[in-house]
């Protein structure tokens, strides 16, 4: 069965230092976004991409947060400067179609401990 | 501003049993609703979803009521099994004019299935 793949599983970094989560989408899909859950809490947008582009962010996807696709086949988050909140579990996904009955699929996640 | 609340954070129920979990939501756009299945370490699962244009959705074990003047919905597993136990989130989204379908998730409810 086609699979979203996240890396690094687990990255421990240093306040202020930059972070680039990788992500492998399904390779037919379209649509892709990441999503973070802090510990405890609720699974959260960050933003969704689309042709390249962002189609949508949320207030927690400041200056720090970028995405790209660089290369056709991966699909990145980058934190420029992170901060001790930034520690979270980070989830890629990804989607056929916009349309509702689109499934989004979900990476296992990308663990970030800010220390 | 929670948009999707589950007020349970756990349940527990014996093996054999109806499990039902419990959502409501806010946002009178919500127009599609999900449920997802996370275990520890895994990104979530897909498990079954529902138009606002229905008010029941049936797959196997797995069904999902939707009530939208009361703006809730629940999810029915009957049998439960002890594979099941996990923690399940509710999760909707509004596709008029955006077209992304960015999802909100709950903050998920730890279903305990004992043998």
């Known amino acids: 069965e086609p699979e979203v793949t996240q890396t690094p599983s687990h990255q421990v970094t240093q306040m202020g230092q930059e972070v680039i989560l990788r992500c492998v989408p399904i390779s037919n899909h379209l649509y892709f976004y990441w999503y973070r859950q802090i510990l405890g809490q609720k699974v959260e947008f960050l933003v969704s991409?689309?042709?390249?582009?962002?189609?949508?962010k949320s207030e927690i996807f400041d200056d720090q947060f970028s995405v790209e696709r660089p290369d056709g086949s991966n699909f990145t988050l980058k934190i420029r400067s992170t901060k001790l909140e930034d520690s979270a579990m980070y989830f890629c996904a990804s989607r056929a179609t916009s349309t509702n009955g689109g499934e989004l699929f979900f990476g296992e996640g990308s663990r970030l401990t800010v220390l | 501003d929670q948009q999707v609340k589950q007020n349970s954070p756990s349940l527990s129920v014996q093996e054999g049993r109806i499990s039902i979990l419990n959502c409501d939501y806010t946002?009178?756009?919500?127009?599609?609703f999900l449920w997802y299945k996370k275990y520890p370490a895994e990104g979530p699962t897909f498990l079954i979803s529902?138009?606002?244009?229905?008010d029941k959705n049936e797959d196997g074990r797995f069904t999902v009521f939707l009530n939208k003047s009361a703006k809730h919905l629940s999810l029915h597993i009957v049998p439960s099994q002890p594979g099941d136990s996990a923690v399940y989130f509710c999760a909707a989204s509004a596709t008029a004019n955006t077209g992304f379908q960015k999802l909100v998730f709950g903050t998920g409810t730890r279903l305990l299935v004992s043998p």
């Open positions: 529902i138009s606002s244009i229905k």
């Open positions: 946002n009178s756009m919500f127009d599609y």
């Open positions: 991409f689309y042709n390249n582009e962002i189609s949508e």
